[in-house]
């Protein structure tokens, strides 16, 4: 299986900044990534495939970008929405795997 | 809009089987997507537990293969996931999701707990 690990565990910040979130494979998973935000009590959504193609809908402050082995999820200018867990997942090869999740908070 | 929405029982005791069934509305269910399952628990986060095409193709996770099976009834626009020989380990929030590559639509998720 690829092993998705994700770093920081938690993090804190404020309106207004920028974060970044790291997403590593153990494997090269060919750009074969996705980025989920996932909000107390409700199902994952999807917020960035194909490394960094934004889905339809979501703010242009969520960025993606990477390659091989290592993916970031980048996110300027802060809201108050954004506090929750952010997701990687690797669909290049089954079983699927995710990240174990970047919990957010807004200070 | 296409919804997906799981349904079956919350409590399962173990040793038997969970059963899960996953409605889709608001569109048809055969087309090219695969309909999975996925649950997720404090324990071991979100995990793939296994796929079906439209046609009844299915791939499980290794991890629960010898348990697992899934179903999809086309006539009724919904599939469904059988997990037997439960334990407290299985206890988790388990969603239905549609599969291109990436998971663009899940349901609410269904927790179903494992005890006796």
Known sequence: DIRMTQSPSSLSASVGDSVTISCRASQDIFSSLAWYQQKAGKAPKLLLY?????????????????????????????????????????????????????????? | QLQLQESGPGLVKPSETLSLTCTVSGGSISNSYYWDWIRQSPGKGLEWVGSIS???ATYYNPSLTSRVTMSIDTSRNHFSLRLSAVTVADTALYYCARRGHYYGLWGQGTLVTVSS
């Open chain 2, 54 to 56: 439209y046609r009844g």
């Open chain 1, 50 to 107: 194909t490394t960094s193609r934004l889905e339809s809908g979501v703010p242009s402050r969520f960025s993606g970008s990477g390659s091989g082995t290592l993916y970031t999820l980048a996110i300027s200018s802060l809201q108050p929405d954004d506090s929750a867990t952010y997701y990687c997942q690797q669909y290049f090869t089954s079983p699927f795997t995710f990240g174990q999740g970047t919990k957010l908070e807004i200070k």
